[in-house]
Each structure stands twice: as C-alpha cells, then as structure tokens.
C-alpha cells in the first residue's frame, strides 16, 4: 500500500530533550514536507526537500533540523525543543505528474506535547 | 502569494443532508487538493482535482481553473462526515497553501 508513515504518533516530552520524528514513504516520490499545524493559524511548511540533499526552510523553520539522505526518509529534528514546539506535525510526499501537476500524500501526524 | 478562502467556516447538518463547500483562490494553480481532518486529526485525501469534476461514492469535487474556485459536494451526510475540511493549492514553488477549513457537524 502507498503510504507516508510518521512515528510516533504521540510523544511527550520535556523542554530541551533531543527528538526526532521519522517520515517515510514507500512512492519513491521526489518531494517530500513538514508541516506544523496549531490552532487559529492553519498548517504552515517548517521545511521542504526537492530530492535527496536538497533540503530548504519553510514558513516557519525556526528550532528545527532536516535531513534527506535517502530518498524514502526525511525525518525532522528538533535538538533543544521549547514549548512553543507543542503541535500537530505532518508529513508530506508527492511526485511530479504529467503536465507538471502532482498531489499531496499525508502521513497520519505526530502530536507533540514539550513541556 | 495565493490567499485561499473556504466558505462557510461552520457548517452543522442533520444526517442525510447535502450540503456544499466552497474554496477560492487568488492566482492560477498546478495543484488543488480537499481534505478532510478527522477528529483523531488525520488528514484524509479526499481529492486530487486541480481542475474538472470528479466523483467517488457521496463526494463529489469540482474545479473552475479559470474562475479560480472548487466546489466539494457531500450528498446523505452521515455522522462520520464530520470534521474539517480543507481545500490546499499549490503554485510552481509546490508548497500546499491551506484554507482555514469548513468544520462540518453532522447530527443523528
């Protein structure tokens, strides 16, 4: 089955205390997405991934790391993370189509709790 | 960048229903995607449709391209139809831009 799996799907932590969330698709897609979602301001992009090694900052990427070593996994990682890091996080991968247009898989979220 | 506006922001139903959703967009777009957030916060695709009319079971989508909106129809809604939808678009720098979302209620 296609899919985005992003583990884990709870987690709790404390301020300061290393994390990472995995991601990974098994589409063989080129692009791959964090996404934060909070409250009153909608899901806003933390970080992107064109293609393997290629990574560039989102809308909001302040406090968080990416990696993409392979093309099936990105995972996001917060090294010092802050309460203010307390959301709904989501993954994202697609594939170009023909005529350039493409659409979205999600993963099923990670909800993250920093206190 | 591209503003994306859904109509209405609050929808409540009695089961069997149907009702219609409502996303504009500001500027021409490669994607248009409809989702549906359910209360376990799952985002579930329900559309693929940056252009033309699609169907599958009660949901139906359609997008004007060149008047900039798309329409998500849900005909006998039923309980489990509830919670937010949201219409996402994406321009040539491929980053979705989400609507706020129609938070469906649909009542026994």
């Known amino acids: 089955e296609a899919q985005v799996t992003q583990n884990p799907r709870y987690l709790i932590t404390v301020t300061g205390k290393k994390l990472t969330v995995t991601c990974s698709q098994n589409m063989n897609h080129e692009y791959m997405s964090w996404y934060r979602q909070d409250p009153g301001l909608g899901l806003r992009q933390i970080y992107y991934?064109?293609?393997?090694?290629?990574?560039d900052k989102g809308d909001v990427p302040e406090g968080y790391k990416v990696s993409r070593k392979e093309k099936r996994n990105f995972p996001l990682i917060l090294e010092s993370p802050s309460p203010n890091q307390t959301s709904l996080y989501f993954c994202?991968?697609?594939?170009?189509?023909?005529?350039?247009?493409?659409?979205?898989?999600f993963g099923s979220g990670t909800r993250l709790t920093v206190v | 960048g591209i503003q994306v506006e859904q109509s209405p922001p609050d929808l409540i139903l009695q089961e069997g229903a149907n009702s219609t959703l409502r996303c504009n967009f500001s500027d021409s777009v490669n994607n248009l995607q409809w989702f549906h957030q359910n209360p376990w916060g799952q985002l579930i695709n329900l559309f693929y449709i940056p252009s033309g009319t699609k169907q599958n079971g009660r949901l139906s989508a359609t997008t004007v391209a060149t008047e900039r909106y798309s329409l998500l129809y849900i005909s006998s809604s039923q309980t489990t139809d509830s919670g937010v939808y949201f219409c996402?678009?994406?321009?040539?720098?491929?980053?979705?831009?989400w609507g706020l979302g129609t938070s469906l209620a649909v009542n026994p």
């Open positions: 991934s064109m293609n393997v090694e290629v990574t």
């Open positions: 996402a678009v994406a321009g040539n720098n491929r980053k979705l831009i």
């Open positions: 994202a991968s697609s594939s170009g189509q023909a005529g350039g247009l493409y659409g979205y898989t």
